[in-house]
C-alpha cells in the first residue's frame, strides 16, 4: 500500500521536475550545440548577462571574457585573423594588464589605464613573435581586432582595434521604444574616412589601400587599419622569408602600417541605457544595430546572445540560398565560406547596482570556450 502511494507521488511530481531541470539546462547553464557554446544567463557586477560562440575556421579564431570585480567590469571582445594565436594572447594578457596598471592608479580606470593595458599587451605579442621567429615564424601574421567595455562606477569606457562593435539599447521616453545607438569606431578600409586617415598618417605611400576583389584593404592584404599583431605589417625585420608570400611586400617598411592605438570613448551611463551588445563582425556582417537591438528587446532577456547568433545565421543561409537547417549541417572550415566565427556578448545593466557601486563578490571570470 505504502510502495503504491509512492509510485503515485513519483508519477505526479515527475513532469514537474523534468520541466524544471529542461529549463536549468536552457537558460541557467553553459553548453554547447554543435559549433555553438552558449552560456545563456548568468550575473556580474552591474546586472546580468548573456553570451555565445559560433565556431566557423578550423580552429576558433575569436575570443572573449567577461570579468567583474572590485575593479568594476571587463568585456573583451577579440576577433583574431591569420590564426588564433594573438586572439588567444590578448584573452590571456590585456585583462590582467588593466587591472595591474589600475591598481598602480589607487584603483582608478582612465583612459590612459586602458591606453597602457593594449600597450603592454602589443608589446608583449611582439616579444612572442621575436621569441618564435626562428621556430614558427608565421605567427608573425597572426593579428586581432580587440572591443573592450569597462564599467567603471557610473561610467562605460569603450576602446577599439578593428572592426568589432558595441551598441547600446536606449530607451525612447515612455512610448516603450528603444534605440540602438553604436558607442565604437571602427578601423576597416572599407570606410572612407579610414582610407582618407590612413592616406594622411602614409603620405609618401600611394598604395597604402589597395582595392582587391572589390574590398578595400591595406596593401592589398588585410582590411582592419588597427590591430595587436600583425606584426609583418608594423616592423620590417618580420616581413620577409620564411612568412608566405602572400604577406610580404616588394617594399621595405619604414613606418609601422598598422597602429595598436585604440580608440577609447567614455560614455556616462544614464537610467534609460537598458543594455549594451558586445559582438565580432561575424555578427555585424548579417545583422545591422538596430535588427540586433529590436530581437533582444522583444524577448526574454535568458538566451539573449545565442537568439542573436541564429538570426545572424538565418541571414547568413538567405544570403546563400539555402535552408538554416542546412547550414547547421555544415561543417567548421567549410563553414567558414558562408559566416565567420561570432561572438556575442549581451549586459543588461542594472541601475540600482550601478549607482551603489556594488561590488561583485566573489568576483566573475568567465571565457569563452577555446575549441568545440
Known amino acids: 500500500m505504502l510502495q503504491a502511494l509512492m509510485n503515485l507521488l513519483s508519477l505526479c511530481f515527475r513532469p514537474f521536475r523534468r520541466r524544471r531541470d529542461s529549463q536549468f539546462e536552457s537558460f541557467g547553464r ?3 550545440d554543435g559549433l555553438l557554446w552558449f552560456r545563456d544567463f548568468g550575473k556580474y557586477g552591474s546586472g546580468e548577462f548573456s553570451m555565445a560562440v559560433m565556431q566557423a575556421n578550423q580552429v576558433l579564431e575569436d575570443q572573449s571574457q567577461i570579468e567583474s570585480g572590485s575593479f568594476g567590469t571587463f568585456v573583451g571582445v577579440y576577433d583574431g585573423h591569420g590564426g588564433p594565436e594573438a586572439s588567444r594572447y590578448v584573452c590571456d594578457h590585456l585583462f590582467k594588464h588593466f587591472k595591474a596598471i589600475s591598481a598602480e592608479a589607487r584603483g582608478v580606470v582612465s583612459s590612459e589605464t586602458i591606453q597602457r593595458a593594449f600597450r603592454a599587451t602589443e608589446e608583449g605579442f611582439t616579444s612572442v613573435v621575436s621569441n618564435s621567429w626562428t621556430t614558427y615564424p608565421q605567427i608573425a601574421t597572426a593579428g586581432t581586432c580587440c572591443l573592450v567595455g569597462v564599467i567603471f562606477q557610473q561610467t562605460l569606457f569603450v576602446a577599439n582595434l578593428g ?3 558595441v551598441v547600446l539599447g536606449k530607451k525612447v521616453g515612455n512610448t516603450g521604444g528603444i534605440a540602438a545607438i553604436q558607442l565604437s569606431t571602427e ?3 572599407n570606410l572612407e574616412a579610414i582610407r582618407q586617415e590612413l592616406k594622411e598618417s602614409h603620405p609618401n605611400d600611394p598604395e597604402i589601400v589597395v582595392l582587391k576583389h572589390g574590398v578595400w584593404r591595406v596593401k592589398g592584404i588585410i582590411q582592419v587599419s588597427r590591430s595587436i599583431g600583425d606584426v609583418y605589417m608594423k616592423h620590417a625585420q618580420f ?3 620564411p612568412i608566405n608570400a602572400k604577406f610580404r611586400l616588394p617594399h621595405p617598411i619604414d613606418m609601422p602600417l ?3 592605438n585604440p580608440t577609447i570613448l567614455s560614455h556616462p551611463l544614464q537610467p534609460s541605457d537598458s543594455f549594451l551588445i558586445f559582438a565580432s563582425d ?3 556582417e548579417h545583422l545591422s544595430n538596430e535588427k540586433a537591438v529590436d530581437i533582444v528587446q522583444s524577448h526574454p532577456r535568458a538566451g539573449s546572445a545565442k537568439r542573436l547568433v541564429k538570426a545572424a545565421l538565418q541571414e547568413a543561409a538567405k544570403k546563400r540560398e539555402m535552408r538554416y537547417s542546412d547550414l547547421r549541417k555544415i561543417d567548421k572550415k567549410v563553414r567558414r565560406h558562408f559566416h565567420d566565427d561570432i561572438t556575442v556578448i ?8 550601478i549607482s551603489r557601486g556594488s561590488v561583485q563578490d566573489p568576483p566573475v571570470s568567465i571565457r569563452s570556450s577555446l575549441e568545440h
Open 30 to 32: 553553459e553548453g554547447k
Open 163 to 165: 572592426d568589432s562593435r
Open 187 to 189: 578601423h576597416n578600409a
Open 239 to 241: 616581413n620577409r622569408e
Open 258 to 260: 598598422l597602429s595598436a
Open 282 to 284: 561575424g555578427l555585424w
Open 346 to 353: 549581451v549586459l543588461f545593466l542594472n541601475h540600482d547596482l
